[in-house]
């Protein structure tokens, strides 16, 4: 039973337009939520995260929405660069304890 | 202090074979975590160790599998008899226990593959 689902394997866009990556959890514990970026050959990066007090979390070119409701995140990342090509991992998980991953949405950015 | 380090990078190993794999953490946290990752998923938790006490483990860590924290510093992960279903990416993450919302810093991982 897949607690955090990712269900675009993956998604293409334009340079300079936005890119919007979706996840939904089915726990209702989980509090806090992050995303991560992975490149080939290298470890997961933390990107951002947002905690289930806010529905909105902003770090420059990365926005998170939270809608605890729905329970679904979104990553927005405007506007997309092909730096950004990478693989996005959605996160879950309550303070203090471990996060469920979902599988993972391949992002390809072109030029 | 660069990051998190894990060695090796990569291993091939016969079936049948045991193997051992080293996690260096950022030397400040006191959070260490094992995740696997296979193909298309994401990471998969393994255990976890607050300073070197073993304070979680998944059902994923059967008993061929163990791991140890002695000193509270570096981790290493064994693996006893490798099956072919062993063959992942292992992943070693660490992170500050008073760090609000416990923001986890992976490796690069170690890639197993067992013929």
């Known amino acids: 039973d897949q607690q955090v689902k990712q269900n675009s394997p993956s998604l293409s866009v334009q340079e300079g337009r936005i890119s919007i990556l979706n996840c939904d959890y089915t726990?209702?514990?989980?509090?806090?939520f992050l995303w991560y970026k992975k490149y080939p050959a290298e470890g997961p990066t933390f990107l951002i995260s947002i905690s289930s007090i806010k529905d909105k979390n902003e770090d420059g070119r990365f926005t998170v929405f939270l809608n605890k409701s729905a329970k679904h995140l979104s990553l927005h990342i405007v506007p997309s660069q092909p730096g950004d090509s990478a693989v996005y991992f959605c996160?879950?998980?309550?303070?203090?304890?471990?996060?469920?991953f979902g599988p993972g949405t391949r992002l390809s950015v072109l030029p | 202090d660069t990051g998190v380090s894990q060695n090796p990078r990569h291993k091939i190993t016969k079936r049948g074979q045991n193997v051992t794999f080293r996690c260096d953490p950022i030397?400040?946290?006191?959070?260490l975590y094992w995740y696997r990752q296979t193909l298309g998923q994401g990471p998969e938790f393994l255990t976890y160790?607050?300073?070197?006490?073993?304070?979680?483990k998944s059902r994923l860590l059967s008993d061929r599998f163990s791991a140890e924290r002695p000193k509270g510093s570096f981790s290493t992960l064994e693996i006893q008899r490798t099956e072919q279903g062993d063959s992942a990416m292992y992943l070693c993450?660490?992170?500050?226990?008073?760090?609000?919302?416990?923001?986890?810093?992976f490796g690069a991982g170690t890639r197993l593959s067992v013929l």
């Open positions: 160790f607050q300073n070197e006490a073993q304070l979680e």
């Open positions: 726990n209702s514990m989980f509090d806090y």
């Open positions: 996160a879950a998980g309550d303070y203090g304890q471990n996060f469920v």
């Open positions: 993450a660490s992170s500050l226990a008073m760090d609000r919302g416990n923001i986890q810093y």
């Open positions: 030397s400040e946290h006191n959070r």
